[in-house]
């Protein structure tokens, strides 16, 4: 069952992007971990266009974290593109940014974010906080069943 729980980790820093990765790895997460640069290839992957055409869009990530600063398209576009489709209107994602201004954190709850984390610039907290993330997200929460199509 695992294998359907991928995590998209949407980041553009690389720093940002290894230290998510070494933190999951440190929590013995398992799950597959898709990698997208920006708000873009984002969409691109979980529609199926551009580089993704053709990429089967039933099977989706079990978690979408997004960051907020994102070239091409921003975070919360990215956001507001996803609810305002049937197909991952309910999709769970959980903005994971450096970004601890009000208007940011308003604005990703409006548009429908499940959570809102920044990011701590310890790496022990860091790793504590995506700990957490994957057990309440990968394990314990009970997502919306996949939609064909």
């Known amino acids: 069952m695992d294998h359907e729980k991928t995590i998209l980790l949407v980041e553009d ?10 933190a999951l790895k440190k929590n013995r997460v398992m799950n597959a971990v898709k990698v997208v640069r920006d708000g873009a290839e984002a969409l691109d992957y979980l529609f199926g266009t551009g580089a993704y055409a053709g990429r089967d869009t039933r ?25 305002a ?9 959980v ?41 309440y997200w990968l394990v314990l929460n009970v997502p919306p069943p996949r939609r064909a199509g």
Not at 59 to 82: A, F, T
Not at 111 to 127: C, M, R
């Open 13 to 22: 820093n690389p720093d940002d992007e290894a230290l998510t990765l070494r």
């Open 59 to 83: 099977e989706q990530p079990q978690l979408i974290l997004l960051d907020l600063k994102l070239p091409k398209i921003d975070g919360l576009e990215v956001l507001r593109r996803l609810r």
């Open 85 to 93: 489709d049937e197909r991952t209107r309910l999709q769970p994602v």
């Open 95 to 135: 903005i994971l940014t450096t970004s601890s201004e009000e208007r940011d954190i308003v604005s990703g709850y409006a548009l429908g974010a499940n959570s809102y984390i920044v990011k701590p610039v310890d790496f022990e907290q860091f790793t504590r906080a995506v700990g957490q993330l994957e057990l």
